[in-house]
């Protein structure tokens, strides 16, 4: 089989238009639907909580929406198609995480919270400082997580558009049409929040996800097929594709590298552990993901919903295995190296390619690219939708109804507040994304993951299981992990001191790994610990209160 | 709908807590996602640090191309589906009766002051 290049040339215009066709009806569809959820949203539980009327299929298909980001579609079968196993690896510990929130988190927090994850967390401790602290670590997980994705977007759309430096889209260079998707997916995000609230959003997500799962599954069927479902075959002819040989089928490529330099390798190793405790302990420590479990009427529905999102996203990482190795076979790792270092484009290429192969020749071809490049813009709109919601909800429930309001907030200045937060949040976004795009930021997805398992998760946990847990230690374990996360970070070699760090140019770097997880965790847990010890405030009455309404659902929202 | 719980539930609470059903529902639901949670955090831990350490090992072919890295990974995928709907059976059986048990029965008890707790639709 030839190596398909991206049509730069061939039929560019075709699917281009395509492309930004399907993503304009998309984009209609999901301001039709906001619109219409805009004049359901009276209180604020509809605009927090979508009226916790959702089934447990409608918030599996949203949970899938809000955590099959561009970086799982896009990246990991970028990663797959250049790295073989290793990709495959990285995907596992995404899926593995769903348990945590399965039997620890998602039915106990929709029993005992109301709106945010911190309702949880404050439920029988001092709630100014509480909720404080809380407010704080959402907020940057979600900046993090969202300039991520919103730089992504910006790297995708001249690939995906299949911009060159040397011509111009509507007028626009490279460059400029970088900028201007980002203020666009920002711009949208915002109008989805403010305008729809968790019952717009959610609906964004479910398209979404339905879309991404249909995208993908069609590309699967049609990869499988051309191996007559033989998978040994695809393997090997991955394997002979990627110019790698046999060790494109072997872990040891892109984690825990092996090199001539004894630390290397090992610090090579510990990275790996590292990124793959932070990728399971995270997930349900994600300020987005657990404000999804109050859009259900009762715990039981939570739990079945979380069972529908395993099964969703569990079967979308099947599915980008067969289009990574699928990539790597069909498009070779050159094609896909000559488009896009990273692999990013790896699935639009092999959509593309196959298209070429079964839906009739070039425009067949770009008919399956453009398709595929909508679903992947669809799937970053939806997913920082998600982000700004969770993080202006914080805003607005945690700190300026609870902290700065002190609890005598009206529903209507909360949920207005909401708004004007959301916007906020959007703007800051833009801003500091714009600010970032020239910059490597991919590590800062990895970094919210981290920062969720070492600051959220620990609190979470403590309070949901431990009755000794209290404000101090509440505190300690927020900011003591938040803080591990983030200055481990700043000190490692993806923000300094290597080529492929944030600023390459500089180097102040001491800490040797580029995930923090494996210190930082175990000190979020560690600071909770002492923090509660070493005060004397006991709160073990109003911890009957949180452990009988957490098992029973009795008084909840 | 749900209004502020009056501080002299406290002891309810206390009372409920303390109680032989509750224990008994605690230790149905704990007894299961502990032991579960440390099951498959390990079963994972020992997939990554197979992934790091025991290169020979993972490399070794079994089908043609699928070699023990590839089918190892492709159970971690099995092994979480099967606990899921392990556990949503377990759950359903175990947990889900005694929890309601004890929910009605502190709705009933609650008195009709403040109407009890609207019951929630399932879906």
């Known amino acids: 089989m030839e190596p398909h290049f991206l049509a730069a040339e061939v039929s560019t215009s075709t699917s281009r238009g395509l492309t930004i066709t399907l993503f304009l009806v998309f984009v209609a569809v999901t301001l039709a639907i906001t619109i219409w959820a805009s004049r359901q949203t009276k209180t604020a539980t509809d605009f927090y909580a979508g009226g916790r009327q959702f089934s447990g299929f409608q918030n599996g298909m949203a949970i899938g929406g809000d955590y099959m980001s561009a970086a799982s579609f896009l990246g990991i079968a970028g990663l797959i198609a250049l790295y073989g196993y290793d990709g495959f690896l990285y995907s596992i510990g995404f899926l593995v995480a769903w348990l945590v929130a399965l039997l620890l988190v998602a039915e106990y927090l929709r029993n005992s919270g109301r709106y945010t994850m911190a309702d949880v967390l404050a439920f029988r401790m001092r709630q100014r400082p509480v909720r404080t602290a809380a407010s704080a670590s959402t907020i940057v997980v979600s900046i993090f997580y969202l300039i991520a994705q919103m730089v992504g977007a910006g790297a995708l759309v001249s690939l995906l558009l299949g911009i060159t430096p040397d011509t111009t889209f509507l007028g626009m260079d ?182 070429i192969d079964y839906l009739g020749g070039e425009t067949g071809g770009a008919v399956l690219l453009a398709i595929i490049a909508a679903v992947a813009f669809a799937t970053i709109l939806a997913v920082v939708a998600g982000l700004t919601l969770a993080s202006s909800s914080s805003v607005a429930h945690d700190f300026y109804a609870n902290v700065i309001r002190r609890g005598t907030a009206s529903e209507r200045d909360e949920v207005r507040v909401a708004r004007i937060s959301a916007l906020v949040i959007g703007a800051v976004a833009i801003a500091l994304s714009i600010f970032a795009q020239s910059l490597n930021v991919a590590f800062l997805v990895a970094l919210a993951f981290a920062v969720a398992a070492s600051a959220n998760l620990p609190a979470i946990l403590y309070s949901l299981f431990w009755r000794k847990f209290n404000t101090s230690g509440a505190l300690w374990s927020i900011y003591g992990g938040l803080t591990a996360a983030v200055v481990l970070v700043f000190f490692s070699p993806v923000v300094s001191g290597s080529a492929t760090a944030m600023f390459p140019d500089s180097d102040w770097h001491f800490f040797p790994l580029s995930n923090p997880g494996i210190i930082s965790i175990p000190i979020g847990f560690l600071c909770g610990w002492i923090g509660t010890v070493i005060s004397k405030e006991d709160d073990s009455a109003k911890y009957a209160e949180l452990e009988v309404r957490s098992l029973t659902g009795h008084g909840a929202h | 709908m749900t209004t502020e719980v009056p501080s002299s539930s406290t002891e309810r609470y206390r009372a409920v807590q303390d109680s032989e059903e509750f224990g008994r529902l605690r230790h149905a639901a704990r007894s299961f996602v502990f032991p579960m949670t440390v099951a498959f955090f390990l079963w994972y831990a020992l997939y990554v640090l197979l992934s790091a350490y025991a290169r020979g090992f993972m490399s070794a072919k079994i089908i043609g191309n699928i070699n023990v890295a590839l089918i190892l990974g492709l159970l971690q995928f099995v092994t979480t589906f099967l606990i899921a709907w392990y556990y949503s059976r377990y759950a359903a059986r175990k947990i889900d009766p005694l929890a309601d048990k004890i929910l009605a029965e502190l709705n009933a008890g609650k008195g009709d002051s403040d109407g009890g707790d609207v019951k929630k639709s399932e879906d």
């Open chain 1, 174 to 355: 490279a460059d400029t049409a970088k900028v201007a998707t980002i203020i666009l997916v920002g711009a949208l995000m915002i109008v989805y929040v403010i305008v729809g609230g968790m019952k717009g959003t959610t609906y964004v997500q479910i398209v979404k996800a339905f879309m991404l799962m249909t995208g993908a599954l069609v590309m699967t069927l049609l990869v499988l097929a051309h191996y007559k479902f033989n998978l040994s075959q695809l393997l090997g002819d991955a394997a002979a594709q990627s110019g790698k040989g046999d060790a494109f089928l072997e872990p040891g490529l892109r984690y825990g590298v092996e090199s001539a330099s004894a630390s290397a390798t090992f610090y090579s190793k510990m990275d790996l552990l590292s990124l793959g405790i932070a990728l399971v302990l995270g997930t349900a420590g994600l300020p987005h993901i657990l404000t999804r479990f109050y859009t259900v009427p009762t715990s039981k529905i939570a739990r079945k919903s979380v069972l529908w999102a395993i099964g969703i996203i569990g079967t979308f990482y099947l599915f980008t295995l067969a289009l990574g190795f699928g990539a790597a076979a069909l498009v070779g790792g050159k094609a896909i190296t000559a488009q896009d270092k990273a692999g990013n484009t790896a699935a639009p290429q092999l959509a593309q390619a196959l298209g």
